[in-house]
């Protein structure tokens, strides 16, 4: 298990972003939280195997269909042992 900080740049807020990456980790088996941030970027806390989580940077860089993604970084962080994947909402 690993832990990634993930921040999305872009038109990404207000395009069903954090909903599709919810749909998507519960597919894949991640567990963490999506949440809108000030600056009009999507910050995300994800955890799950390396594979799992290789799947679903694939789709944080390609976004939800009125997704424009320019950039995705993410590093890893400390282990948190969420229980599920949540959409904070701020």
């Known amino acids: 298990m690993k832990h990634l900080d993930i921040v999305i740049t872009g038109k990404v807020q207000g395009v069903f972003f954090r909903a599709m990456s919810k749909a998507v980790a519960d597919q894949l088996g991640i567990k963490g939280t999506a ?28 976004g939800s269909d009125r997704a424009v993604v320019e950039n995705v970084t993410a590093s890893q962080g400390e282990l948190k042992k969420y229980r599920n994947f949540e959409i904070v909402k701020k």
């Open 35 to 62: 949440r809108n941030l000030p600056d009009g970027t999507v910050f995300i806390e994800a955890e799950g195997d390396d594979f799992s989580l290789e799947l679903f940077l694939e789709f944080c860089n390609k």
